[in-house]
């Protein structure tokens, strides 16, 4: 098989991804070990940025309201720093709720059915066993129920997991961060139900964490700080997990009918890059973390946001030649700032009576809205400026835009309904904006070039901003001609770019 990019990975990471470069065009095939979506107990958060980001795309409007882009001020999700309850997560009133639950199958299945729609072929029970860079493309190998396929691509994209064939067999090499912590997890029916009533419990020997599951039952996760487990690798029983959490507890709690039991660890990695070549990493192939604070699917999700359209404008030739490189420079950063929170918040959780000052120090601050505002911005990575491309960039540039309603010529629209399409979007706003020669999307036939009234709130008359809603030009730094070459290249038509910018598509 011949195809432009191959995603090797069908979880909500490498569906999506897919889903994104379809929709732009791309010829893309998705290799998943799987026969099906697993119906296993995984993630189920999605956070603030993350649920920005989706609508913007024209995603999860099955699942929650994209906002009022006249609202004003915040709307706010209670949730927690370190298992000690009272941080506030807020976004602006504009935007969708700021936490989403959503089990992970459900979001897979969504993006599945998406990334079909759009043209994506998905091939299901095939196990990547090799993956070979050439000059001109990858060449990727897998068995299935029908033997060996062999596949060849521009681009590869490993979506693969913690214990990616894609990283390894590119060479890819990774910091880590070894295990220190002994976790268990899994559903069980309680012999006495009111023996663990839902919540999170932290005793002198560690935290128990529990909820309602979808059968009856309860859904365990335990966290043991004495160390890592010796053979964390091998399969958890239902008399191993009985054990801990009665140590735990300090007295016997008595449990039945397991399901979906695993153990876990604090272990992280980071990717040293998450390029080499035609070859690229994502999710869990590219960080690991401790899973407190319900990051991970987020952080993975952001992921593909940010690779999704500059791997199909790379793929289908309208991207500037560092275009795919600033993939890497901009969120592994964003992965090594999850995996520090994750980190301390673990060791806020370590059952040492000499941290409970600290743990007293947290639940007062958190309960007087004190630090609540910069921990909710941090486990949200709504703190997440990019870093700018050049030393006299605006200060506008690497923000994320958050949703406001504009009058254009064509009527009343936000930003959201503007982005939707997947183009990189051009804001000309008043008079100053309407003056400029109309050249810029005659240029870049990818541009969407956009005439608003100004608002108070955009103090400024022009705003370049990338299709995952983050502004990649303001005035007040480099021209934008040099802004629209960095990211799309020289453009699809001959002719100069006079000024500072218009017009191709104008609403």
């Known amino acids: 098989m011949r195809t432009q990019v191959v995603v090797v990975g069908g979880g909500p990471v490498g569906m999506f991804l897919a889903c994104e470069l379809a929709e732009y065009g791309v010829r893309t095939l998705v290799i998943e070990a799987e026969n099906a979506v697993s119906d296993r107990p995984k993630a189920t958060t999605l956070h603030a940025r993350t649920v920005q980001c989706l609508v913007r795309r024209g995603h999860l409007g099955e699942l929650l309201s994209a906002g009022d882009p006249g609202a004003a001020g915040l709307v706010s999700s209670p949730f927690h720093f370190a298992g000690i309850p009272g941080l506030v997560v807020s976004a602006p009133a504009s935007e969708p709720e700021p936490i989403l639950k959503c089990p992970q199958d459900e979001l897979e299945r969504l993006f599945e059915r998406r990334a079909r729609a759009a043209g994506a072929r998905i091939l299901r029970g095939h196990r990547v066993t090799e993956v070979r860079q050439e000059p001109d493309g990858v060449h990727v190998t897998a068995e299935g129920p029908g033997g060996r396929v062999d596949c060849t691509a521009g681009h590869l994209v490993g979506a693969d997991g913690a214990r990616s064939t894609v990283r390894e067999q590119t060479g890819i090499t990774s910091r880590t961060y070894p ?62 997990l009985q054990r801990e959490v009665s140590w735990i507890a300090g007295r016997d709690i008595a ?66 030649g560092g275009l795919l490189d600033t993939y890497d420079r901009e969120r592994r950063p964003a992965a090594q700032r999850v995996i520090d929170n994750t980190r301390a918040q673990l060791a806020v959780m370590r059952p ?72 990189p979007l051009l804001l000309l706003f008043g008079e100053r904006g309407g003056s400029r020669p109309e050249q810029a999307g005659e240029r870049y036939e990818q541009l969407r070039v956009v005439h608003a009234e100004p608002l108070p709130e955009l103090p400024c008359d022009a705003l370049l901003v990338r299709p995952d809603g983050y502004i990649a030009w303001a005035p ?24 500072s910018v218009p017009a191709g598509r104008v609403d």
């Not at 007040?476 to 020289?490: I, N, Q, T, V, W």
Request: contains cysteine; glycine residues 14%; aromatic residues 6%.
């Open 179 to 240: 295990a220190t912590v002994s976790a268990m997890a899994g559903d069980v029916r309680l012999v006495e139900p009111d023996a663990l009533r839902p919540g999170w419990h932290r005793t002198p020997r560690g935290w128990i964490v529990v909820k309602d599951a979808p059968d009856g039952g309860i859904r365990l996760r335990t966290l043991n700080c004495a160390g890592a487990h010796g053979a964390r690798h091998q399969p958890l029983t239902l008399q191993e």
């Open 352 to 423: 040492d009576p000499g941290l409970d000052p600290l743990r007293a120090l947290f639940a007062e601050l958190l309960a007087g809205g004190g630090e609540s505002g910069v921990l909710g911005s941090m486990i949200s990575a709504q703190d997440t400026v990019l870093p700018p491309r050049t030393a006299d960039a605006s200060p506008w540039e690497g923000r994320f835009l958050h949703n406001v309603a504009l009058t254009t010529r064509e009527g009343s629209t936000d930003v959201i309904g503007l982005l939707r399409a997947g183009r």
């Open 255 to 320: 449990m039945t009918s397991p399901r979906w039991l695993s153990r876990f660890s604090d272990f992280s990695r980071l990717a040293d890059s998450y390029r080499a070549g035609r070859v690229l990493l994502a999710g869990d192939a590219a960080h690991l973390h401790f899973p407190i604070g319900g990051q991970g699917l987020s952080t993975g999700l952001l992921d593909a946001v940010n690779l999704g359209w500059k791997l199909a404008f790379t793929v289908l030739g309208t991207a500037g």
């Open 476 to 499: 007040g730094g480099e021209d934008l001609l040099s802004a629209l070459s960095a990211y799309f290249g020289g453009g699809t038509r001959d002719g100069d770019l006079v000024g």
